[in-house]
């Protein structure tokens, strides 16, 4: 009888060395699932850059430095300033890779 083993690892890290017979990804595009020869069925999360990375890496780069958010420290910015642009950096990345996976699940 099968059993089902979950699993946080990244996408690369997916197969071992016994045989797998059947792979699917969920409808949502979160979860990888494999079927393998020694009765057990694995879940796999996948991580969303992963996705962005493999169908939208150049769109979604051009899209980052566009921004300016990403840009060095400038010499005119205080610290302050300058985490705060940080943070709107990494909320605008989050932002953005909704955006991908959304356009992404619309494919459908």
């Given at each position: 009888?099968?059993y089902?083993r979950s699993?946080?690892?990244?996408l690369?890290?997916?197969?071992?060395?016994?045989?797998v017979n059947d792979?699917?990804?969920?409808?949502?595009?979160?979860y990888?699932?494999?079927g393998?020869?020694?009765n057990?069925i694995n879940?796999w999360e996948?991580?969303p850059?992963?996705?962005?990375e493999?169908y939208?890496?150049?769109?979604?780069q051009?899209?980052?430095?566009?921004?300016?958010?990403?840009?060095?420290?400038?010499?005119s910015e205080?610290r302050a300033?300058y985490?705060?642009?940080?943070?709107k950096?990494?909320?605008?990345?989050?932002e953005?890779?909704?955006k991908?996976i959304?356009?992404?699940?619309?494919s459908?």
């Amino acid at each position: 009888m099968p059993y089902i083993r979950s699993s946080k690892n990244k996408l690369m890290k997916v197969f071992r060395q016994t045989a797998v017979n059947d792979i699917d990804i969920s409808a949502d595009n979160k979860y990888i699932i494999s079927g393998s020869s020694d009765n057990t069925i694995n879940v796999w999360e996948i991580n969303p850059e992963i996705v962005i990375e493999f169908y939208f890496a150049e769109e979604f780069q051009k899209e980052l430095e566009s921004s300016g958010l990403f840009d060095s420290k400038k010499a005119s910015e205080t610290r302050a300033e300058y985490k705060e642009r940080q943070l709107k950096a990494e909320n605008f990345k989050l932002e953005l890779s909704r955006k991908y996976i959304n356009r992404l699940n619309s494919s459908d």
